[in-house]
C-alpha cells in the first residue's frame, strides 16, 4: 500500500511540474505577441502671433532697427486679421491664425528690400505670403525671423530732385554747364553736374529734406536749404564773380569806362607834344599862326 501511494505522490508531482511549464510557455508566447502601443504626443498649441523685427538700411551706413512700421496680417488680399506697430527697438507683434495668408509691412518713404525665409513676395500687391517652415513656438507665439535676426529689411524709396542753374549776361537767361550740385544730409553727400544747358537730375531718397548746394567756376556759391525730393523743379540764377559793381556800374562797363578815360588821356597827351611851344630867348612861344604866303611880282 505504501508503495501505491509513493507512486501516486510522485505522479501527481509530475503532473504539477508539467502544468507549471505549460503556462510558463503560454505566458512567454503571449508576451511575444503583445503590441505595445505608445501614447499620441499632444499637439501643439496653435500660433496665436507673430513677432519679429524690421530693420532699416540707410545708404553708406549698417542696418539699423526702425519704429512706426505698420505691420498687418491677411486672410486674403482684401481682408485684414491684424495689425500692429514696431516700438522702438522696431519689433512687432502681430495677430494670426490658420487662416491668415499674407503680411504686409508700410511705411511712408520706404520700400521693402530684403525678407526672411518665411515670407515670399506676391507680385506688387505690398503682400507677402506667410510659409511657416519652423511650427515651434513658445506661447502661443512664432518668431518671424531667421537666425539673421530680422523679418524684413526696409529702405527709403527713390525720388528726384531736379531744376535748372542758369545766370543772366546782358539781361538775358542763360544757362550754367558743369555746375557742381549736391544734396546733404545728416554727413550723407549726393552729387551731380549740370547739363550743356544747365540742367541737373539727382536720385536719392525720399522722406527727408536736403541742404542743396551749387558751386561753379567764376561764380558765388548758392545754398538752398529744406529741398523736399519731388516737390517740383529748382531755379537757381547765379551771379558771376567778375560783375563786382564800380561806381554804380558792373565791372565790364566800369572797366569800359576806364579805358575811355585812358583813350582821352592819350589823345590830349598826343596833342600836347605836337602843339606844344617853344622856347625862343628864354620865352616859350606858341606859333599857330600858318606862314603868310609871298605875293607873287
Known amino acids: 500500500m505504501e508503495s501505491k501511494g509513493l507512486?501516486?505522490?510522485i505522479l501527481i508531482l509530475a503532473l504539477l511540474v508539467a502544468l507549471a511549464l505549460s503556462a510558463q510557455a503560454l505566458s512567454a508566447e503571449d508576451d511575444s505577441q503583445t503590441v505595445v502601443t505608445e501614447e499620441p504626443e499632444p499637439?501643439?498649441?496653435?500660433?496665436?502671433h507673430?513677432?519679429?523685427?524690421?530693420?532699416?538700411?540707410?545708404?553708406?551706413?549698417?542696418?539699423?532697427?526702425?519704429?512706426?512700421v505698420t505691420v498687418t496680417t491677411w486672410v486674403s488680399n482684401d481682408r485684414e486679421f491684424g495689425s500692429a506697430v514696431t516700438n522702438e527697438d522696431g519689433w512687432f507683434q502681430v495677430d494670426y491664425n490658420s487662416e491668415v495668408k499674407y503680411i504686409s509691412f508700410k511705411l511712408t518713404g520706404y520700400t521693402i528690400k530684403g525678407w526672411c525665409s518665411e515670407l515670399t513676395k506676391t507680385g506688387d500687391t505690398g503682400l507677402y505670403t506667410i510659409n511657416l517652415k519652423d511650427?515651434?513656438?513658445?506661447?502661443?507665439?512664432?518668431?518671424?525671423?531667421?537666425?539673421?535676426?530680422?523679418?524684413?529689411?526696409?529702405s527709403r524709396t527713390d525720388a528726384t530732385v531736379y531744376g535748372n542753374v542758369s545766370t543772366l549776361i546782358n539781361t538775358t537767361s542763360v544757362g550754367v554747364p558743369n555746375a557742381n550740385v549736391s544734396l546733404s544730409y545728416a554727413g550723407t553727400t549726393i552729387s551731380g553736374v549740370t547739363d550743356a544747358h544747365g540742367n541737373f537730375t539727382?536720385?536719392?531718397?525720399?522722406?527727408?529734406?536736403?541742404?542743396?548746394?551749387?558751386?561753379?567756376?567764376?561764380f558765388y556759391t548758392q545754398t538752398v536749404d529744406d529741398v523736399t525730393p519731388g516737390a517740383g523743379s529748382i531755379e537757381l540764377v547765379m551771379v558771376q564773380?567778375?560783375?563786382?559793381?564800380?561806381?554804380?556800374?558792373?565791372?565790364?562797363?566800369?572797366?569800359?569806362?576806364?579805358?575811355m578815360f585812358i583813350t582821352l588821356i592819350l589823345a590830349l597827351v598826343?596833342?600836347?607834344?605836337?602843339?606844344?611851344p617853344e622856347k625862343q630867348d628864354g620865352l616859350f612861344v606858341v606859333n599857330d599862326i600858318p606862314p603868310l604866303k609871298k605875293k607873287k611880282e
Not at 43 to 48: A, M, N, Q
Not at 135 to 152: A, E, I, P, R, W
Not at 202 to 218: E, M, P, R, W
Not at 241 to 259: I, N, P, R, Y
Open 7 to 9: 507512486g501516486s505522490a
Open 43 to 48: 499637439e501643439p498649441e496653435p500660433i496665436e
Open 50 to 68: 507673430l513677432d519679429g523685427y524690421v530693420y532699416d538700411i540707410p545708404e553708406l551706413k549698417e542696418r539699423e532697427v526702425i519704429a512706426g
Open 135 to 154: 511650427s515651434s513656438q513658445k506661447d502661443g507665439v512664432h518668431h518671424l525671423y531667421d537666425s539673421s535676426g530680422y523679418t524684413v529689411l526696409i
Open 202 to 218: 539727382i536720385v536719392c531718397a525720399s522722406g527727408q529734406s536736403y541742404k542743396l548746394t551749387v558751386s561753379a567756376n567764376g
Open 241 to 259: 564773380k567778375d560783375h563786382t559793381l564800380f561806381m554804380d556800374l558792373d565791372l565790364a562797363h566800369a572797366l569800359a569806362l576806364v579805358g
Open 270 to 276: 598826343a596833342v600836347y607834344l605836337i602843339k606844344r
